[in-house]
């Protein structure tokens, strides 16, 4: 069992972000990415679409034999509970984790970009209250900006127009300093939007995912002490050329294959 590979899905490349803050934390582990680009972006879909796409993507894994799945998008981690208890498979998804950490900070309100999905569907906040009454966190949602990313080719001037009016509708009505990446391609841009926003404490939720994966795995004694190198094996649905160059971009090692799934 503690050699076994950890999955990470994701609608897309979104994920690799994920994929990179565990291979930091957790050298030794396998990796399996399964990313269903033909399908982004998820984030403008209907709730019974996210659903039906997750478990596509969840049986194939269990052909797998993956001793955990980590879910690398929020907008799945918002429909988690209607898809989980099918599974007999421990799953993590990327929310709760991260709002556990915002819980701790002193900050009165907390922005959140994010898909349209995510930003409408409240899961933040509603976690969030159930921690730390006292913070809001306050939403918008980004309707191009997953798939500008995932298509692997955008200009700052690109992104700067996506990211315009909800950074701007963000700042308007609050005072905010603080602002989660509330889907997984956000934080592939980070550098970006850290140049366009220089004051703005961006919190990218892939950090407080992996922990929580190592934890549950030091908890379990389920952590893979093996001395061999670790590998990442890649699934998509989509073109497999791009992936290339986000892996070596984001500077993650290991890549066995990236193979292209039905
Ligand atoms: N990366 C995904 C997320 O974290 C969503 C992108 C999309 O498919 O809309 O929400």
Redesign the pocket.
């Given at each position: 069992m503690k050699k076994r590979p950890i999955a990470i899905i994701?609608?897309?490349v979104?994920?690799l972000t994920v994929v990179k803050e565990l291979q930091a934390l957790l050298p030794k582990e396998n990796l399996i990415y399964f990313g269903d680009n033909k399908n982004?972006?998820?984030?403008?879909k209907s709730r019974e679409e996210i659903v039906i796409l997750t478990k596509k993507m969840l049986d194939f894994l269990v052909d797998k034999n993956v001793k955990l799945v980590g879910i690398g998008?929020?907008?799945i981690s918002t429909v988690l509970s209607l898809v989980a208890p099918q599974y007999a498979i421990k799953i993590i998804g990327i929310i709760d984790p991260v709002v556990s950490y915002i819980a701790k900070l002193s900050n009165n309100k907390v922005g959140l970009i994010?898909?349209p999905f995510?930003a409408k569907s409240g899961y933040y906040n509603l976690n969030l209250s159930n921690l730390n009454k006292n913070i809001e966190i306050v939403a918008e949602g980004c309707p191009k900006l997953?798939s500008l990313i995932d298509c692997g080719v955008y200009t700052e001037e690109e992104v700067k127009e996506e990211i315009a009016a909800p950074m701007a509708q963000l700042n308007a009505n609050h005072a905010l300093d603080t602002i989660i990446l509330g889907?997984?391609?956000y934080a592939i841009i980070t550098d970006h939007l850290q140049k366009l926003y220089p004051d703005t404490v961006f919190i990218n939720p892939a950090l407080s995912q992996a922990l929580a994966i190592k934890d549950y795995l030091t908890e379990n004694d389920l952590l893979n002490n093996s001395e061999t190198n670790s590998e990442v094996n890649v699934f998509t649905t989509g073109a497999t050329e791009g992936y290339q160059n986000f892996i070596t971009t984001m500077n993650i090692t290991g890549v066995n294959s990236i193979i292209k799934v039905e």
């Open positions: 994701d609608s897309g979104g994920g982004v972006p998820y984030g403008s998008c929020n907008t994010a898909t995510t997953a889907c997984t391609h």
